[in-house]
């Protein structure tokens, strides 16, 4: 499967939009985009998913790049409870979801 | 909706020591997942079940892993004997199909100190 790079770290203000971004230059195109997040000391925990359009759900957006070699998850208000590590994995149809390349993602921290 | 149950939540256990780990899926999730996820990295998957029977354990340590799923509910991961390079935090999943358009539910882990 194709791999993922993601920053470390970002940080982020409370109340303030967070842009968190995924470049998968080898994506192709039967590839989702999935994005999961791991709060500390739990599990890790579904965000969104899309294959070519933008997505919207009541935790967040998934913005993905006409070329879909770059996505984007946006938090639109960041909360002390967003602060978590967030994983991008690419994931091609017809394969098993238990194949999902999680990489070290990038440490979420929200300022109060 | 009752989420996927894994006990205990710690363990201790000297190495060549054997263990055991218990998860409960979500009702009516066919599919069932153990990863390991070893300190500061992303999960890893171990074994994956489709109902009882498995479909991937190409990742798993046969020599001392072993996991099963007997009636396609509950499922029992276990080593021995286990060594220090075993201290992880071992997670169970489950999604209610096998495609990857679909939405993976996690447990909260077992962590697992081999001294």
């Known amino acids: 499967d194709a791999k993922t790079t993601q920053p470390n770290s970002m940080e982020s203000n409370e109340e303030e939009p967070v842009h968190l971004p995924c470049n998968h230059s080898t994506i192709s195109g039967t590839d989702y985009i999935h994005w999961y997040r791991q709060l500390p000391s739990q599990g890790p925990e579904y965000v969104i998913h899309?294959?070519?359009s933008n997505v919207n759900n009541r935790m967040a957006s998934l913005a993905i790049a006409e070329d879909r070699k770059s996505s984007t998850l946006i938090l639109h208000r960041a909360t002390l409870r967003d602060a978590a590590v967030y994983y991008c994995i690419l994931s091609r149809r017809g394969s098993t979801l238990g194949r999902l390349y999680f990489g070290r993602g990038t440490q979420l921290t929200v300022w109060p | 909706e009752a989420g996927v149950a894994q006990s205990p939540r710690y363990k201790i256990i000297e190495k060549r020591q054997s263990v055991a780990f218990w998860c409960n899926p979500i009702s009516g999730h066919a599919t069932l997942y153990w990863y390991q996820q070893i300190l500061g990295q992303g999960p890893k998957l171990l074994i994956q079940f489709q109902n009882n029977g498995v479909v991937d354990d190409s990742q798993l340590p046969k020599d001392r892993f072993s996991a099963e799923r007997l009636k396609g509910v509950d499922s029992t991961l276990k080593i021995q004997p286990a060594k220090l390079e075993d201290s992880a935090v071992y997670l169970c999943a489950s999604t209610f199909s096998r495609t990857v358009n679909t939405e993976a539910f996690f447990g909260q882990g077992t962590r697992l100190t081999v001294v």
């Open positions: 899309g294959l070519t």
